[in-house]
Nanobody, 124 residues
Framework: VQLQASGGGLVQPGASLRLSCAASGGTFSRHVMGWFRQVPGKEREFVGA???????IYADSVKGRFTISRDSAKNTVALQMNSLKPEDTAVYYC???????????????????WGQGTLVTVSS
């Protein structure tokens, strides 16, 4: 599975941004899809994930502000980010879990496929 993330940029605090991830080369509907983020010098951290049936989980730090969705017809997964804060600044990575595994995990070691990352900067 190949993943291509896009949509990052520079925004002011309180603004919204939508990231998108296009998947190719696999059976999209059989993968849990997730988003992680990383700042220099820190571990890559879980942001949220969505199962093939639409179940979602989020990190506490983004709950209520971020929403994950998937479009199986287009093989894409999106991360809608609202009320952005400076601490949301990071490189955001799209990821896919092992094919056929429907359970959602928060550990980055569980995920099998990774995109190249897209930079989100929240600053005034």
């Amino acid at each position: 599975v190949q993943l291509q993330a896009s949509g990052g940029g520079l925004v002011q605090p309180g603004a919204s941004l939508r990231l998108s991830c296009a998947a190719s080369g696999g059976t999209f509907s059989r993968h849990v899809m997730g988003w992680f983020r990383q700042v220099p010098g820190k571990e890559r951290e879980f942001v949220g994930a969505i199962s093939w049936s639409g179940g979602r989980i989020y990190a506490d730090s983004v709950k209520g502000r971020f929403t994950i969705s998937r479009d199986s017809a287009k093989n894409t997964v999106a991360l809608q980010m609202n009320s952005l804060k400076p601490e949301d600044t990071a490189v955001y990575y799209c990821t896919a879990g092992p094919e056929g595994r429907g359970d959602i995990a928060t550990s980055r070691n569980w995920y099998t496929y990774w995109g190249q990352g897209t930079l989100v900067t929240v600053s005034s």
